[in-house]
């Protein structure tokens, strides 16, 4: 299929689930991840109605950047290496990996602007995950005030890749929650507004429990390598 059926297969379950849990599908975006993908297959996604890109190396997205520039709003959405920020950070739009205040005060140093960002949250507690624990976000959120440069627009996190929809669902239930507590602190930097989860295989009940963007790599745009 072509990355433009996948699109429209994606709009109609976004559709579908939006009409069963009252939601409108204009909250939902979606990010086309084209970390598999050539430049060409990315300006594809893009022709098919793509806005937003997510790459989660420095690498692949500079290439990609070099071509599509403006074209596209740019998503960081792996782990960053502090020693990295600089590589991207004129680039990117928004940073989804945010877990670390090294990170923090790094991406606070080299900005030119408020970079908005995503605090990620390991919310199944796996050893392999990136993210802080469900109770480190609060405190760290709060020791964010010394970065100017930084606003928190939302949380991410990635489930377990496992097909039980039931831990699914208490993943990403277990984060809205959270996103609650932080806007329950009132913090002018930290509005978290967006809820970022979801990928190819559970962005569905991602959107049931949620989510505002939903990040697709396989099913969108495919693997070439
Ligand atoms: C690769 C990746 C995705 C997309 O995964 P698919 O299963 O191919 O849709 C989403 N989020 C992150 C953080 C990723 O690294």
């Not at 098919?48 to 740019?74: F, M, P, S, T, Y």
């Not at 831990?167 to 009132?186: M, W, Y």
């Not at 991602?206 to 495919?222: D, F, K, P, W």
Request: net charge negative; charged share 25%; with cysteine.
């Amino acid at each position: 299929m072509s990355v433009k059926e996948n699109l429209q297969l994606i709009q109609e379950n976004i559709a579908e689930v939006c009409r069963k849990t009252n939601r409108d599908p204009s909250e939902i975006k979606i990010i086309a991840v084209t970390k598999y993908v050539s430049t060409e297959t990315a300006q594809s996604a893009i022709a098919a109605g793509i806005e937003h890109i997510g790459e989660n190396r420095d690498n692949g997205l500079n290439q990609k950047w070099e071509i599509i520039g403006e074209h596209a709003v740019w998503h960081f959405i792996g782990t960053l290496q502090t020693r990295k920020v600089k590589n991207i950070i004129d680039k990117v739009d928004y940073i989804h990996s945010l877990d670390r205040l090294s990170l923090a005060e790094e991406i606070n140093k080299r900005a030119k602007n408020i970079i908005k960002c995503f605090v990620q949250v390991n919310a199944a507690n796996e050893e392999s995950k990136q993210g802080l624990s469900v109770d480190e976000v609060v405190p760290f959120i709060e020791n964010l005030k010394d970065f100017p440069l930084i606003k928190v627009v939302g949380l991410m996190t990635m489930a377990p890749f496992i097909e039980d929809e039931g831990v699914l669902r208490e993943t990403f239930s277990k984060v809205k929650k959270l996103q609650k507590d932080v806007q329950a602190l009132n913090l002018p930097y930290a509005p978290c507004e967006e809820l970022s989860m979801g990928m190819s295989n559970d962005y569905k009940i991602a959107i049931e429990e949620g989510a505002t963007m939903i990040r697709i790599g396989t099913s969108l745009v495919g693997k070439e390598f």
